[in-house]
């Protein structure tokens, strides 16, 4: 079973840290950059006497050079750059530990009366850049509300706060109450439940079970001013717009997220998996969306293109379709049946059991995107997730990985398509370069922009499910045209002093 197996298979194969953030692979190595901020310019220093007032909150307060940045480290691309080169990505700062709710107001408070920054924090497994003070001031590190509060066993929910680690809580779920909330992101026992939230995560069974927005029911927020408020709260409602939505993906420019109340799944007992070859991705995503738009929602729906099927699978000649669901069992064998009727058209029929396996084995270790290649001291590599209609996507796949491929230094741009809906999917794209060290931040941002501007001109999604951070910061206007402009007065209206994670999603 794909949710049972998850929780007990070894993260990693063990290599991270429990209930607490991981550092990343560069960070285990290097120490702490001494040399001038790489993302930092003209941060905010936080003031003697508001220091003394922050403690007096009870919270923790680390002022250290060395605690900051490794209290700020994450697993962006653009900060190993950075931080390999000598310069620390955001070391003026101070970090505070808040231990529940009432800290999280009380230092909220006191930025807003003082004007202080302050970026939420916690598992740091954020790949834009999203948690990075870059105006300095405070780090506020949330990952001490770690509780499992509340389960409401007739509703299927849980109520656990924002802080907890994502094996944790599932651990917990599962083995306390037999549910799963079935979202299992790949980082997902570095990550904590409010990073999920803020960034709209995906798990990889988001096919059955949705994104982390189609999973939450309610939740509290401290908003910039130190108030905490509940939003959500109901499977549906129809007393005006959304107000949990709108802190859904904010990326903590609109609030703290401190607790969630989350719909919950009976643990599966029965799994099955197929897998088939296609001649092309063009031809495996098509089989894909008849799959989707027949009804069937199998849990997990993962197409290859050939050179990652070849890594992965040990299939380079082909494009594997992976397809694995659990539940009760007429379910299940229903969505096989359909399944097999699509793919046996055009693909050819794999092993399956062989092909879950490998996936299982390899699905939660981390730095997949540069697997298959030799690391040098200039190689980089990253992944890029976006989504867009079915009837794009496969000149969408083509456009970006030509247009990767054709940025000097570019090793190899790859893609498969992890989460499919009826109307189209999210495509995840692998990019890799490989050039003189000081040509990092060059070649990435060159990489970047060329795979953007095919999203952009496609009108494409530019993120499925990591957010948008500093690195998508750029393209933010293009992609909402006038809407940016309603995003910039709901940022106005909520945080008029702009001291929440400011410079993010591409506010300034």
Known sequence: MLSRDAATRPFNRG????GAPTPPRYGRTTEPAQGEAYFQTDPVAVPAAVLEELKASGA???????????????????????????????????????????????????????RIPVTPSAGRSNVTGAALPTKGGIVLDVCALNRILDYDEKSQVVEVEA?????????????????TLGHWPSSYAISTIGGWIACRGAGQLSTRYGKIEDMVLGMDVVLPGGEEISVGGHARAAIGPDLQSLFIGSEGTLGVITRARLKAHKLPDYSRALAYGFPTFADGLEACRRILQSGANPAALRLYDELESGVQ?????????????????????????VTERVCSESGAA?????????????????????????????????????VGRWRDLPQ???????????????????????HAYVDGACLYFSLRGDVQPEERADWYRAAWDAANDVLLKAGAGLSHHHGVGLLRAPYMADALGGGFEVLR????????????????????
């Open 163 to 179: 802080g907890m680690f994502g094996d944790v809580f599932e651990a917990g779920i599962q083995q306390r109450y037999g549910v």
């Open 15 to 18: 290599d991270y840290v429990v």
């Open 60 to 114: 923790e307060v680390l002022t250290d050079h060395d605690d900051v940045v490794r209290g700020t480290r994450d697993w962006w691309a653009g900060s190993m750059i950075g931080e390999t080169a000598g310069r620390p990505a955001t070391p003026t700062a101070v970090v505070v530990r808040a231990a529940d709710a009432d800290q999280v107001g009380a230092v909220m408070r006191i930025a807003d009366e003082h």
């Open 350 to 386: 794999l092993d399956g059991e062989a092909c879950l396996q490998r996936w299982l084995e390899t699905r939660y270790l981390t730095g997949k995107s540069g697997e298959g290649f030799t690391p040098s001291p200039g190689f980089v590599a990253d992944t890029l997730e976006m």
């Open 489 to 508: 007065s709901v940022k106005r209206a909520v945080d008029p002093n702009n001291i929440l994670n400011p410079g993010k999603l591409g506010l300034a």
């Open 396 to 418: 969408i796949y083509d456009d970006v990985v030509a247009a990767v491929n054709s940025v000097p230094g570019t090793l190899a741009a790859s893609a498969h398509q992890s």
């Open 313 to 337: 699978f040990d299939h380079p000649d082909t494009n594997v379709l992976l397809i694995a669901d659990e539940g009760f069992p007429e379910f299940v064998d229903a969505n096989m049946a």
